[in-house]
C-alpha cells in the first residue's frame, strides 16, 4: 500500500488489526483505518457511507485520495482509509445502546438510492428441497414446521412502512465506545430500502 501516493499520508506505524471478515485491516500511527479487500474484490457501498453519515447515524466516512476517490489500489488489492474510531465490538450487555442505534437507522429519512429488500426469502425455498439432507434430516420436521409457520405470517402481512435496513447488523458490526454507547455501525455494504419488521 502506497498511503503517501494515494492518500498523501505519511505513516510512521502501520500496526495489523484482527477484526474484519473478508478484508485485512491496520491501524495507521493510531488515526487511521486502512481496509483492503481479498485480491480481485471490489469494495462496495462505499459513496453511501457519506450518505449515511451525512443523516447523523454513526457511520465511519472514508477518506478520499488525492484524485478525490474513495479507495485506491494495492497491486491487485483495493484499499480504503477511514478515521480509526476506538472501541470494541457489541455483546449482549450493550443490548440498550445498540436498540437505540438501530432505531436510529430504522428512523433515518429514506434520502438514498438503494436497492428494495427481497422479501421473497429465495434461501428458504432452497432450504426445504434440502430437508432429507444427513446434515439436517434429524431436523427435518422442526424446519418444515418452521417453514409453514413463515408462509402463513407472510400471507397474511399487510403492507408496512419501508426504512432504511443494514442486513447484516450484529455485534461484531457494532463499536461501543468507552461510554457504552455506539460508536460506528461497520460494514454497510448489503444496505436495502425494506420492510421494518
Known amino acids: 500500500m502506497d498511503l503517501?501516493?494515494?492518500?498523501?499520508?505519511?505513516?510512521?506505524?502501520?500496526a495489523p488489526h484482527s477484526g474484519g471478515f473478508a478484508t485485512e485491516g491496520w491501524v495507521a500511527d493510531g488515526r487511521w483505518f486502512?481496509?483492503?479487500w481479498k485480491p480481485d474484490e471490489q469494495p462496495l457501498g462505499l459513496e453511501q457511507l457519506g450518505e449515511l453519515h451525512a443523516l447523523g447515524l454513526p457511520v465511519v466516512e472514508p477518506l478520499r485520495t488525492v484524485r478525490g476517490e474513495l479507495s485506491g489500489m494495492?497491486?491487485?488489492?483495493?484499499?480504503?482509509v477511514f478515521p480509526y474510531i476506538e472501541g470494541r465490538t457489541a455483546t449482549w450487555g450493550d443490548w440498550s445502546a445498540v436498540a437505540r442505534a438501530l432505531r436510529q437507522v430504522h428512523e433515518a429519512p429514506l434520502q438514498m438510492t438503494l436497492p428494495p429488500a427481497d422479501v421473497?426469502?429465495?434461501?428458504?425455498?432452497?432450504?426445504?428441497?434440502?430437508?432429507?439432507?444427513?446434515?439436517i434430516v434429524d431436523r427435518a420436521e422442526v424446519v418444515r414446521t418452521a417453514i409453514a409457520r413463515l408462509d402463513d405470517v407472510r400471507a397474511r402481512l399487510k403492507p408496512v412502512r419501508e426504512v432504511l435496513c443494514h442486513t447484516d447488523f450484529h455485534g461484531?458490526?457494532?463499536l461501543i465506545?468507552?461510554?457504552?454507547e455506539v460508536a460506528a455501525i461497520l460494514d454497510w455494504e448489503s444496505a436495502v430500502i425494506g420492510p421494518r419488521e
Open 34 to 36: 486502512v481496509k483492503r
Open 74 to 80: 494495492s497491486g491487485s488489492q483495493a484499499y480504503a
Open 4 to 14: 503517501e501516493r494515494d492518500y498523501g499520508l505519511t505513516v510512521a506505524e502501520l
Open 120 to 135: 421473497r426469502e429465495p434461501h428458504i425455498r432452497n432450504l426445504e428441497r434440502y430437508l432429507q439432507h444427513p446434515w
Open 172 to 174: 461484531l458490526n457494532v
Open 177 to 180: 465506545d468507552g461510554r457504552g
